[in-house]
């Protein structure tokens, strides 16, 4: 593969646009859903929880935070308009029902006050993070206290062998992340690490690892 189409498929996992986008959105959501389901169960989601995700994607998998409780809210935050549409056109029932929210924001400034959710998550984002200590800081702010959140990501054993991820990614070992949160004022409760067979992204059949981290406010 060339090392254009290598930049492109990159640049569209960063962020999706066009109809090539609505295809990547699609994968990522097939390809992602069983990251996305453990980082969801690592939340323990309860009645009345208030949840926030940043970098949803389409955003098919909001069903499943459902299925866990229906009394709850769930907010998403990205920073592509596309996957904002199709986020809110594939969980239009649940937006109109007011219990979904999707909003667009710049990956810096998380844009709600202080103390507003119980649980925050993210699946596949880190590598993307532009300013990560400061999106940390920013996450703690909006958790109330004794919050959870989940980062889940695949791990840089894994995702060094991917030649795309060598343009506009920033690769992440479980070390590396606890680094970062060593940083902040989280502090990690659990991490697990798991490891999957997937088709990667030019089409082959590969094991991935990629791990979880619990924090909490």
Known sequence: ?????????????????????????NMMNETNINMTRHSIQNLQIEAGNKILELG????????FIFDQDENI??????????????????????????????????GNTIPFEDDSFNKVFTVNTIYFWQEPEKLLSEIYRVLQPKGILCITFAEES?????????????????EKVEKLIEKSFFKIIN??????????????????S????????
């Open 73 to 106: 809210k769930y907010y998403g935050l990205e920073m592509s308009e596309l996957m904002f549409q199709e986020a809110r056109q594939i969980n239009r029932n649940y937006v109109s029902q007011k219990q979904a929210f999707f909003s667009i924001y710049e």
């Open 210 to 217: 990629f791990t979880t981290l619990v924090l909490e406010k």
């Open 191 to 208: 991490k697990e690490t798991l490891t999957e067979k997937v088709k990667s992204k030019t089409g082959e059949l590969v094991d991935r």
């Open 1 to 25: 593969m060339k090392q254009e189409e290598l930049q492109a498929i990159a640049s569209q996992l960063k962020h999706p646009t066009g109809e090539k986008g609505i295809e990547m959105g």
């Open 158 to 174: 894994f995702m060094k062998q991917l030649p795309f991820t060598q343009f506009e990614f920033e690769l992440y070992s479980t």
């Open 56 to 63: 949803h994607g389409n955003a098919g998998h909001v069903e």
